[in-house]
């Protein structure tokens, strides 16, 4: 392991370190175990919910939010999430009850919940501000201050935005405002990338089997299904009706530019393995002044479940490993 050395910081802003909801389908003992790790992290938010497929039952709608109260307990800002595609009557249903709730803020999947929040916010203005999730589309400052006022806190930009276009969208010093304050801006800084959703599940297929008679076989994947090119190169991944990026988007070296783009939290999606100390690794960086060419190299040597891209940050092809 490589000795992370830090220095005093500048001036720059504390960015909000928040872990993303889990992707995948981890047993009910693995999750918790990871979500106990978090409790102890210097991670300031955390997102939970099934946001792929509710046909994965470790968790119910209550088990969320008793781990939301244990989370928040410990410290913690919580956000419930929605799913990214609702697909049916019970699924809306969950939806809604997840949208209802005023305990904690909840981050919309899709423009069904943003409905709902809407409608809620409305009657109790007093309710805490609602996230806009990265499968919201918003590219626009014009889309972001048409939302705002709706009752959003915080917008989560979409994965394949640039850092630059980001400050155009909401920069530091004219950030679009409605009725909870001025909008945060979350930028996915770390994780295999959600790319696209689809009613189909394609791990399901990808064992010859139909949707409704998946067997489950997401749960074999703690990391997802990897696809690879005819040249045998890592491609994307498969995870159920979700298509991930094969490598992991990573902006640990990013601070800077992240700070020039206005950007106040960014988030780090769960993979199974070296988790915590990816956390770890972003807080002495973006906080304490830690070399980010050594914890790259740290990274590089945690054997996470795909290599180290940032090209989408830079206006480049997403699968561009970084920069030097």
């Known amino acids: ?47 939970l919910g099934e946001v792929v497929c509710s046909r994965r039952n470790e968790f119910k709608t209550d088990d969320w939010i008793a781990l939301a109260r244990d989370l928040a307990r410990c410290g913690k800002s919580v956000v419930l999430a929605t799913q990214a595609l609702v697909m049916s009557e019970s699924e809306l249903r ?24 809407a409608r809620e916010h409305a009657k109790r203005p007093q309710r805490p501000g609602f996230v806009l ?27 394949e935005l640039a850092l630059d276009a980001v400050a155009r969208i909401n920069p530091a010093d004219d950030r679009v ?34 949707k409704d008679e998946c067997d489950f076989r997401c749960r074999d994947d703690a990391d997802g299904l990897l696809l690879t090119s005819s040249e045998g190169a890592p491609f994307l991944v498969l995870n ?34 070296g988790f915590a100390r990816v956390v770890a690794l972003f807080d002495d960086v973006f906080h304490h002044g830690a070399d980010a060419h050594a914890a790259r190299a740290e990274l590089d040597a945690l054997g996470l479940p795909g290599a180290l891209v940032d090209g989408f940050a830079r206006r480049q092809p997403g699968m561009q490993e970084i920069a030097a």
């Not at 969950?94 to 929040?117: M, P």
């Not at 409605?178 to 689809?198: K, N, Y």
């Not at 960014?266 to 393995?273: E, K, Y």
């Open 1 to 47: 392991m490589h000795n992370v050395a830090t220095k005093p910081m500048t001036s720059t802003p504390r960015f909000g370190l928040t872990v993303g909801p889990l992707q995948y389908w981890w047993p009910r003992a693995q999750a918790m175990a990871f979500y106990a790790e978090v409790a102890d992290s210097a991670a300031d938010t955390v997102v």
């Open 94 to 117: 969950t939806l809604r009850r997840l949208c209802e709730h005023d305990e904690f803020a909840v981050e919309a999947g899709d423009a069904s919940a943003l409905a709902v929040l």
């Open 133 to 159: 999730g990265p499968h919201v589309n918003v590219y626009s400052r014009a889309a972001l201050a048409e939302l705002a006022p709706l009752g959003a806190s915080c917008w989560v930009a979409p994965l």
């Open 177 to 210: 405002s409605g009725p909870a304050g001025p909008v945060a801006t979350e930028v996915f800084a770390f994780g295999r990338m959600p790319l696209a959703f689809s009613a189909r599940c394609f791990t399901a297929r990808h064992h010859r089997l139909n």
């Open 240 to 273: 159920g009706i979700q298509t991930q990026s094969a490598a992991l988007h990573c902006l640990i070296g990013a601070r800077d530019a992240l700070a020039a783009a206005g950007v106040s939290r960014v988030r780090l999606s769960p993979c199974s393995r």
